[in-house]
Structure formats: structure tokens, C-alpha cells
């Protein structure tokens, strides 16, 4: 079983930063990488980021050049480094384990809320 917890969400001004922290415990079998999605008021989950355990990323179009994703294994910890914030990236942000594609671990969420 994994078990994570994000943390870091909050309110920030259009163009702000925030880093989101997902701190990662258990053993899952089959476990092969780590990211970040997000929900919006009245929309899907959708992907944002993604790092897998060889250190590969890669990023949904809409934050591509604004979001960095990182993992820092000492710490069981994955980060997102979002940046130039816009309000249409308001949405409750879940960390997720994954095989692949497949999620199959999520987080509670964290609120981020940008305003304009």
C-alpha cells in the first residue's frame, strides 16, 4: 500500500509561484513513477505532470515552460514548482503513483487557487 500526502496549496496572485510537496510511504508493487493532476470546479481530473523513477518528465501543453516536477528520493518526496500562475489553474491538485499510465495511488489534494 502507498500512502500520500500533498501540501503546499494556497492562494497566489496571477503570475505568483507555488511548490506543491507530495510525501510518499509504503511499498506498492509494480510502482514505476509519480505525478501530479489536477481538478477544476465542474471539470475532469486532468494530467499536469509526470516523473517516473528513471527521472524521465513530461508535462500536459498548458503548463509546459511554467511547471517543473522533481523527486528527491532521500526524502520520499516528489515536488511541483509552478510558476507565472494563472487563474485558469485554479483546481484542487492530487499527487499520484502510477504504473505507467495507470494510477493506482492518490493523495487527498491541496487547493490552489490563483486569483487575477
Known amino acids: 500500500q502507498v500512502q500520500l500526502v500533498e501540501s503546499g496549496g494556497g492562494l497566489v496572485q496571477a503570475g505568483g509561484s507555488l511548490r506543491l510537496s507530495c510525501a510518499t510511504s509504503?511499498?506498492?508493487?509494480?510502482?514505476?513513477?509519480w505525478g501530479w493532476y489536477r481538478q477544476a470546479p465542474g471539470k475532469q481530473r486532468e494530467f499536469v505532470a509526470r516523473?517516473?523513477?528513471?527521472?524521465?518528465?513530461n508535462y500536459a501543453d498548458s503548463v509546459k515552460g511554467r511547471f517543473t516536477i522533481s523527486r528527491d528520493n532521500a526524502k520520499n518526496t516528489v515536488y511541483l514548482q509552478m510558476n507565472s500562475l494563472k487563474p485558469e489553474d485554479t483546481a484542487v491538485y492530487y499527487c499520484?503513483?502510477?504504473?505507467?499510465?495507470?494510477?493506482?495511488?492518490w493523495g487527498q489534494g491541496t487547493q490552489v487557487t490563483v486569483s487575477s
Open positions: 516523473i517516473t523513477s528513471g527521472g524521465t518528465t
Open positions: 499520484g503513483a502510477a504504473y505507467y499510465s495507470s494510477v493506482y495511488y
Open positions: 509504503g511499498r506498492g508493487l509494480n510502482i514505476n513513477g
